[in-house]
């Protein structure tokens, strides 16, 4: 079992930069790969970005250019750096943790997940 908790969110301006924190708890947090989702009002969850057990990192096309994952193995720790944030990017962000190898980026591929963290984005 793995427990994630989410930290970092909070209340900004179109432009701001944020960064979302995640600590791990449980079983070997190098082993897995660690992804953020977020969720809008009305909307489906989607991805944001993850990182592979091994470092590699991915994201998706709308956060591109402007938001950056990170693991630090010795805190246990996953970052999401949100630089040039939006009002579009106002959503609930989860942290969520997979034994997949490869990019998983698909919520089945993540059986644990954080409580989530609130992230608002004025305009």
């Known amino acids: 079992q793995v427990q994630l908790v989410e930290s970092g969110g909070g209340l900004v301006q179109a432009g701001d930069s944020l960064r979302l924190s995640c600590a791990a708890s449980g079983r070997t947090f190098s082993n897995y790969a660690m992804g953020w989702f977020r969720q809008a009002p009305g909307k489906e969850r989607e991805f944001v970005a993850a990182v592979t057990w091994n470092g590699r990192t991915y994201d998706a096309d709308s956060v591109k250019g402007r938001f950056t994952i990170s693991r630090d193995n010795a805190k246990n720790t996953v970052y999401l750096q949100m630089n040039s944030l939006k009002p579009e990017d106002t959503a609930v962000y989860y942290c969520?943790?997979?034994?997949?190898?490869?990019?998983?980026?698909?919520?089945?591929?993540?059986?644990?997940w954080g409580q989530g963290t609130q992230v608002t984005v004025s305009s």
């Open positions: 969520a943790g997979s034994a997949y190898r490869g990019y998983p980026q698909y919520e089945y591929e993540y059986p644990y």
